[in-house]
């Protein structure tokens, strides 16, 4: 799925399940990051175009180290989230929770697109076989992805007693 919105339905589920932990800009940093392999594999017709960075093993240690740097310069950029009053908002540019959302984005990544991608490899070096392909059908995957992100935008939004128990620090 490059450079598709899809990827980020989970996301934004796991940042409403845990606000105060989880980076959603550093899961969609490394979303981005690891589909620049894509992109340029696309963009120069090369095949195959899912290779190294879409490995659970690769993609894993560029989530983090997007979700590191994600944290570091959004500090910068924007440093009133730093002390916003809102945990949502706070978790945005801390370093743990950038690790937490570059690593899930990283991980996250390789799953779907090993669901749906013969080229990738998911578990090299161990292993090119690809046991995640065609695990479910591309429309459930596609669905799936959406009613997360649907439920998760929900949930962050509802302003309901049990949305702000899970934002207090």
Not at 87 to 112: K, M, N, Q
Not at 135 to 160: K, M, R
Request: aromatic content about 10%; charged content about 15%.
């Amino acid at each position: 799925m490059p450079f598709t919105p899809f990827h980020l339905g989970p996301g934004l589920l796991i940042k409403a399940a845990a606000p105060r932990h989880f980076s959603f800009l550093a899961y969609t940093a490394s979303q981005v990051a690891i589909d620049l392999e894509s992109g340029y594999f696309l963009a120069t017709s090369q095949a195959p175009v899912h290779r190294t960075l879409h490995t659970f093993a690769v993609g894993a240690v560029v989530g983090l180290v997007t979700g590191v740097a994600t944290a570091w310069i959004a500090r910068r950029a924007v440093p009133a989230w730093r002390t916003s009053q809102d945990p949502r908002i706070r978790s945005e540019v801390g370093t743990r929770a950038g690790l937490y959302g570059g690593l899930s984005g990283g991980v996250l990544h390789s799953l779907f697109d090993g669901i749906m991608h013969r080229d990738i490899m998911p578990f090299r070096p161990f292993t090119s076989d690809n046991p995640l392909l065609g695990l479910v059908g591309l429309e459930v995957l596609h669905w799936g992805c959406l009613a997360a992100g649907a439920i998760g935008a929900l949930w962050l939004s509802w302003p309901g007693e049990r949305a702000r128990r899970s934002y207090e620090s």
